[in-house]
């Protein structure tokens, strides 16, 4: 079964923190993804990785950044935390053209 | 620009009817259309996709070039299928996917 692994389940933070998500999958999949998923407005996506070194902007990557440095590992970094990147942070991979992602369990995220 | 509306947030119905979740689609080519589930406490997975032409569950969803739509149906629903759906759809490239906002399936005994 493919695994992905987000590091943390819940996280606290306050305004004007720089946070790191991380995300591990073991699967040698090339495609990784970062989406938040918020009541009402489903899931969408801040950035994608087709590659190591190489991302795609999302919809919404305004205050994200990412980092894939190994091909199994994709970061998703908020800068300066603000009240409203409150959220579920899902993390996820796929081969190349599949479609079929896998996700991580996800990471909610609090900023006070 | 690729677009999904899924109208209902939320859809309740007694175990033993019929059920479908609605979902429709803006997309200028060929679209690869999908739906997604959560189970409470679980992770977002698969359920099924247009392009296999499975059942998966007793679920089954046809794409309608026509209407845009691709909808999910089940004839008769269990309880155990209440959870969180989202259609989803993917381009040309067939990597990014556009998700709906979702619509929560309660089914009552």
């Known amino acids: 079964d493919v695994k992905v692994t987000q590091s943390s389940r819940y996280l606290v933070k306050r305004t004007g923190e720089k946070v790191f998500l991380e995300c591990v999958q073991d699967m040698d999949h090339e495609n990784m993804f970062w989406y938040r998923q918020d009541p009402g407005l489903g899931l969408r996506l801040i950035y994608f990785?087709?590659?190591?070194?190489?991302?795609e902007k999302g919809d919404i990557p305004e205050g994200y950044s990412v980092s894939r440095e190994k091909k199994e590992r994709f970061s998703l970094i908020l800068e300066s935390a603000s009240t409203n990147q409150t959220s579920m942070y899902l993390c996820?991979?796929?081969?190349?053209?599949?479609?079929?992602?896998?996700f991580g369990s996800g990471t909610q995220l609090s900023v006070l | 620009a690729q677009r999904v509306t899924q109208p209902e947030k939320l859809l309740s119905v007694f175990k033993g009817a019929p059920v479908e979740l609605k979902c429709n689609y803006s997309y200028s080519g060929s679209p690869e259309l999908f739906w997604y589930v959560q189970y409470s406490r679980q992770r977002l997975q698969l359920l099924l996709r247009h392009i296999s032409r499975e059942s998966i569950k007793g679920f089954t969803a046809d794409l309608n070039k026509g209407e845009t739509s691709f909808h999910l149906k089940k004839p008769f629903a269990q309880e155990e299928d209440s959870a969180m759906y989202y259609c989803?759809?993917?381009?040309?490239?067939?990597?990014?996917?556009?998700f709906g906002t979702g619509t929560r399936l309660a089914v009552r005994p």
């Open positions: 989803a759809l993917s381009g040309s490239s067939g990597d990014k996917l556009t």
């Open positions: 990785s087709y590659d190591v070194k190489m991302k």
């Open positions: 996820a991979s796929s081969v190349i053209a599949q479609g079929k992602l896998f």
